[in-house]
């Protein structure tokens, strides 16, 4: 019979089922220390974790205040974090006062979108134009031919509605989106690590990490999609707690007050509409609205979230079978997810699909009623037979992209900061461009796209430190996180003969960023050690988040195109690959 909290399994000289330990609990002579928790409800949803009385009194911090700083750090500390690095990306954005890299696609193409509802043809001399004229300049009326979905465009072409057809104008939405990943972030942490310290910790190194900062203040469409990915897998996050708690409301309840598991309750109880998991959908189709790599993250994240809504009927007592409800419920989930993403992304061509199909509206608008004629799909209507080719050439163009360009990297260095690219250079004269005057030889103004490299290679150690947490000690956050890592990271290794660049990697700097915060709480230490622990531990990962930041304010003047000498540009050229 199976055993429940009301009834539990007397077979003799056996535990009950729920009582045996886990096969991580026998893992105790390899390092495993954690400490089994009987309450259902404390394990499907854990308390945050509250300051320790003692550092308050150390302070000499009265009750009353320390309660209430508690109770506001949640949003105060995300939020402090949150201006600060908003303050730095929006420091001189407008600098440099140029088309920078690929703005010269993104910036055009936006400003055209939002004006027309699909790209133009521009003058290949128009740049320096645009930036002569303030923006005054005539939109062509020849459809281009792009290879980008148009949502990240919008997004940037917001900011040039707002304040203009000039640099400030196009990098004001990437700006405004980079700052917010980081209020994201913050918060985000905070829930996965119960800590509003640990939460605001990677806020703060994602602030400080050079290539979110140098992305946050260019108009491409990376940040934009690094934005999308990290706020659906925020939604998911807070979709994971809800069913969690709803499912524990449901367990009974025993006369000592503690939560017992049901394996009936565990099976038979559904979840709800989930509104958050819906949300997510949507946001993951703005994000295969902006890049078609999205497609793999959403993979990843749907099976994510089916492995949670497993493991949390298994913590509520459900048995090796899975229960007609999980299943019927997971495939609606899935469908849901994919149908809503897909008719997100159908409705972010709506500019297109409107525009004129006499040959003077979007590229390939009018291809069905011309050069596709006849075949087998003519039932389908025609905007949909000419998104559709216009899909498969924009797919083939993808694929086929093996054109050599200077700062293409192989995804293999991307950790490393092997590869980073150049979006402008200069080399002013002294007296001239911010050069100072006594330079004595020309100075050198970049935009480097580089992470801060200090960050990036403690991030190496922590991916590690992270796959043992989720392989050995099963530990859902460490597997969230490289879920994140490795849904941005390592699908690019399936294109490594084609044409691709380092600063892709800014989609799962988050993550990255998280699995860092989270090695940095190890080395710290749990709560329960030893003071001598905590302090030592303290102290080393205190150094450690103080190198970084010092990384980051070493590598400012290549982040934000400051004019230095020549040879304080040389000595931060610390590998060969760098310049």
Avoid at 497 to 518: D, K
Wanted: include cysteine.
């Amino acid at each position: 019979m199976t055993s429940t909290a009301s009834s539990p399994d007397t077979r003799q000289g056996q535990a009950p089922e729920d009582q045996r330990p886990s096969w991580q609990q026998r893992l105790r002579r390899f390092g495993y220390t954690a400490e089994p928790r009987s309450d259902v409800r404390e394990r499907l949803v854990p308390p945050y974790v509250r300051p320790s009385p003692r550092m308050w009194q150390i302070l000499g911090v009265p009750g009353t205040l320390a309660e209430r700083i508690a109770r506001w750090s949640g949003w105060g500390g995300p939020l402090l974090v949150t201006l600060m690095a908003g303050v730095m990306r929006f420091w001189h954005l407008g600098s440099p006062n140029a088309v920078i890299f690929d703005e010269t696609y993104y910036a055009k193409d936006s400003w055209a979108l939002v004006h027309r509802g699909f790209e133009v043809n521009w003058d290949k001399n128009v740049n320096d134009l645009i930036i002569h004229s303030h923006g005054h300049v005539t939109l062509p009326a020849d459809a281009a031919y792009v290879v980008h979905p148009p949502v990240g465009k919008y997004v940037i072409g917001l900011g040039e509605l707002m304040f203009g057809f000039n640099p400030f104008g196009w990098r004001f939405m990437t700006a405004l989106l980079g700052t917010l990943s980081v209020l994201m972030l913050c918060r985000i942490g905070r829930r996965i690590f119960r800590s509003t310290f640990l939460g605001c910790l990677a806020g703060a190194l994602m602030a400080v990490d050079g290539l979110h900062y140098v992305m946050s203040r260019t108009s491409l469409l990376d940040g934009v999609l690094m934005f999308f990915v990290l706020a659906a897998f925020g939604c998911l996050v807070i979709d994971r707690d809800r069913a969690r708690e709803r499912l524990a409301a449901a367990l009974p309840v025993d006369t000592d007050g503690r939560v017992r598991p049901d394996a009936h309750v565990a099976a038979t109880t559904w979840l709800g509409l989930r509104p958050w998991r819906w949300a997510a959908a949507v946001l993951l189709g703005l994000a295969i609205g902006t890049k078609w790599n999205a497609l793999y993250i959403l993979a990843c994240f749907i099976v994510m979230t089916v492995l949670w809504d497993v493991g949390a009927r298994k913590v509520a007592g459900a048995r090796h079978r899975l229960s007609t409800v999980f299943l019927v419920e997971s495939v609606v989930s899935w469908a849901v997810m994919c149908w809503v993403a897909v008719g997100v992304y159908l409705v972010s061509w709506t500019g297109w699909i409107l525009s004129p199909t006499n040959g003077s509206g979007g590229y390939f608008r009018n291809w069905a009623a011309t050069d596709g004629k006849g075949g087998h799909w003519t039932f389908l209507p025609d905007w949909l037979r000419s998104l559709w080719h216009y899909e498969h050439e924009v797919y083939e163009f993808h694929v086929n992209l093996h054109s050599p360009h200077t700062y293409m990297s192989n995804p293999w260095s991307w950790l490393v900061d092997g590869r980073p690219v150049s979006f402008f250079y200069e080399s002013p004269s002294p007296g001239s461009a911010g050069c100072p005057a006594d330079a004595g030889q020309k100075c050198a103004r970049e935009v480097l796209a580089i992470g801060t490299p200090l960050l990036w290679w403690v991030a190496c150690f922590a991916i590690v430190y992270i796959l043992w947490r989720w392989l050995m000690r099963r530990d859902w956050r460490a597997g969230a996180i490289a879920c994140g890592i490795a849904a941005g990271y390592l699908p690019w290794f399936l294109y490594q003969e084609r044409t691709i660049f380092f600063f892709y990697a800014v989609v799962f700097v988050p993550f990255l960023c998280l699995a860092v915060a989270m090695l940095l709480g190890a080395i710290i230490g749990p709560p329960g050690s030893s003071d001598t622990r905590r302090v030592a531990g303290a102290t080393g990962a205190g150094v450690l988040v103080l190198l970084i930041a010092w990384n980051f304010i070493y590598f400012w003047p290549l982040y934000t195109g400051t004019a230095i000498p020549i040879d304080d540009w040389r000595s931060r050229m610390w590998i060969d690959t760098w310049v």
